[in-house]
């Protein structure tokens, strides 16, 4: 018979087996699902952005329709030299103006 100290006490072989195994996850799952986490917050993001951008071309559209008279608008023509530089409304980086 083996003595005392070489067999495995009970309350240790009890203690291994109630630790929880977590499943591995797979080479494409691991590589995906960060993917997707990204691609998320991205959008997320995007979604946000795009939202406060209509928001704001809406408050501006507002407020300009008020002020957009003719005696406005030929002075705006001569401030900004329109017909020299281009009008500006029709930048491209002119982000406000997009939806129009």
């Known amino acids: 018979m083996a003595p005392q100290a070489l067999r495995p006490h009970n309350?240790?072989?009890?203690?291994r087996a109630a630790v929880p195994v977590a499943p591995k996850l797979g080479p494409v799952t691991s590589?995906?699902?960060?993917?997707l986490a990204a691609l998320g917050a991205a959008y997320v993001v995007g979604?946000?952005?795009r939202s406060q951008l209509a928001r704001e071309s809406g408050s501006f559209d507002?407020?300009?329709s008020q002020q957009n008279t003719p005696e406005v608008e030929e002075a705006r023509k001569?401030?900004?030299q329109v017909?020299?530089?281009g009008d500006p409304r029709n930048?491209?980086?002119?982000?406000l103006g997009w939806s129009k």
């Open 62 to 64: 507002r407020i300009f």
């Open 78 to 80: 001569r401030a900004l």
């Open 91 to 95: 930048n491209l980086l002119n982000m």
């Open 11 to 15: 309350m240790h072989a009890a203690a």
């Open 31 to 35: 590589k995906v699902l960060p993917s």
């Open 83 to 85: 017909d020299i530089n």
């Open 47 to 49: 979604s946000y952005v």
